[in-house]
Each structure stands twice: as C-alpha cells, then as structure tokens.
C-alpha cells in the first residue's frame, strides 16, 4: 500500500506521514457489494449531534464505508479531528468555508498552515468562491481561496473546493495560481465544457442530492455525458437530500440513491459506477495508486 502523505524530499514540511490512516474494507468482506465513498459529508455538524453513531452506521449499512469530512472554520478543527482519529474511515479536510467569513479571523490561514503541520488531513478545504449568497466580500473570499490553493501545494494535498454562481471563477483562480494544484469542485452543477476544463487543471467534480431532481435537466443532461474519470460523488448532508428525502437532513447513507440516479441516467450499472467513483475518490484523497480504468 502507498503512503497516503508524500514524503518530504525538497518541500519544508509535510503532513503528518507518521500517522496515516489504513484503508480498510468493513462489513463489505462479506458481500460483493462495492464500497461508496461520500466525498464531502458534514458529519462533524451539529445536526448530527443527538445520533451521530446512528447515522454512520446507517451509513456503513449502505456500503458508505469512506468518507470525507470538510470542515468550514477554525473553531471545529479540534472536534473535527477528535471525530475523525477514531474511525480510519472517516477523513478530514480543514479550511475556511467562504460562506462563513464572519467566523474567520485574519491569522486564521496561518494557523491553518500550522494545524496541517501537526494534523493529518487528507484535503484543504472546504474553500473556495460564493457569489450566490449575498454580503459576502469577494474579494476577501479569493485572497483566502489564494491562501488554501497555497497550502494545498505546500503540504502536496488535494483541495475540495466550493463553487457557488462562481465556476468560471474557479478555474480562473486555478489556472491564475500558476503552480499544480488537485482535488474536487463538489456539488458540481456547471456546464459540461467547465467540468472538461476542470479535469485538464486537475480537478474532478461532485455530484450529489440535486441530480435526483427531475426538473434538473441541464444538470442531468452533464452527469449523463460526463467521463466517469471526473466523477466522484457526494451527500452534502446534512445539506442538499437528493428529492426522496425533500426538506429534511440529508445522511451519508443517501448516497446510494446518487449512485442509483447517476448510474440511471448514465445507463451503466449501478455496482460498477460505485467501483469507478470509489477508486477515483481513493487515488485523489487516499493516494491509493489504483488503476484508472479496469
Ligand atoms: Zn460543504
């Protein structure tokens, strides 16, 4: 097995190589059934709070053995971590989410660098752009997207970036910072040429709860054509439930009704869509060097 951490050979420092996680298979050793991979699950959020053991093991009920878990200010990184180092399948990323700007104080992506030298991440984020929601200074928002994309390439980690009205902007950011950079731009709902355009920069996409929508259409028409090698999926929850759950907390279970939607609307199978979406989400964030095609 590849260590999950590059190690340090011209770079200063590195994320935490003594301490990785083992990849491990759970309860799936004793079906055929495929492991999922919800790529970004808000499990640390408050709204898990009364039943959290329930709704991960629902979770693992449903084949959701990995997940990925972005926090979106300073103040939950310590919690984030304590949730995460008792479960090798639940991985954390750590950021600033450019929704909560009023929680984040100016040395705060200082500190960020210094928790990521003492903390194993398996991403920075969740960063990136809004420009939906209204009161938010762009401006701030792209000098601390600046901040993660450096981060990101100064401990080698992968980005999970949040992209609201704001795609075209994304990878304009992307491509201005000039150095490489990888991860995922989730709840993807841009255009079919965007996502093509990500995946050269070095991004997938996510999908998640919003492609269970049949009013969707541009959205599903996208999931449909994309190449699977872009793809990974998502719950968002406890945001965005996907339309059988409609106005209620989104779980990581519901994933399995992404990969049932999106394996639909691709027509492939479901189990092999769940192997291809896995493995991408493992050689992204786990650094398993599984190959990309069967
Ligand atoms: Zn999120």
């Known amino acids: 097995m590849a260590m999950r951490f590059k190690q340090a050979e011209n770079e200063r420092d590195v994320n935490c ?69 008792g479960d090798p399948g639940l991985h954390p990323a750590y950021g600033l989410h450019p929704c909560y700007l009023s929680r984040h104080a100016d040395d705060d992506l200082a500190r960020l660098g210094d928790w990521l030298r003492s903390h194993p991440a398996v991403a920075v984020g969740e960063c990136g752009l809004d420009h939906f929601e209204e009161g938010l200074d762009r401006a701030r928002q792209l000098r601390l997207l600046h901040g993660h994309f450096e981060w990101a390439h100064h401990f080698d980690l992968p980005l999970v970036l949040h992209a609201r009205h704001a795609f075209a902007q994304v990878i304009e950011a992307v491509r201005a910072f000039g150095k490489p950079l990888r991860g995922v731009v989730h709840s993807f709902s841009g255009s079919l040429e965007q996502a093509r355009e990500l995946s050269r920069i070095g991004f997938l996409v996510g999908i998640g709860g919003p492609v269970t929508y049949e009013r969707a259409h541009r959205l599903r028409r996208m999931v449909a054509s994309l190449p699977v090698e872009c793809l990974v999926l998502e719950t968002d929850a406890p945001d965005q439930p996907g339309t059988q759950h409609k106005g209620k907390r989104n779980e990581p279970a519901y994933l399995a009704d992404v990969l049932g939607c999106v394996a639909a609307l691709r027509g492939v199978d479901a189990d092999e869509l769940a192997q291809r979406t896995t493995g991408n989400a493992r050689r992204l964030f786990l650094r398993e060097h599984l190959p990309a095609v069967r």
Do not use: Y
């Not at 083992?22 to 709070?49: C, I, K, Q, Y």
């Not at 959290?52 to 300073?74: C, F, K, N, T, Y």
């Open 17 to 85: 190589p003594h301490s990785v996680h083992v990849p491990f298979e759970r309860g799936n050793t004793m079906t055929d059934r495929p492991v999922l991979f919800d790529s970004h699950v808000h499990l640390d959020a408050a709204e898990f709070d009364a039943d959290r053991p329930e709704v991960l093991r629902r979770a693992r009920d449903a084949g959701v053995e990995q997940l990925l878990i972005p926090a979106v200010s300073a103040d939950g990184w310590p919690r984030l971590h304590e949730l995460c180092a």
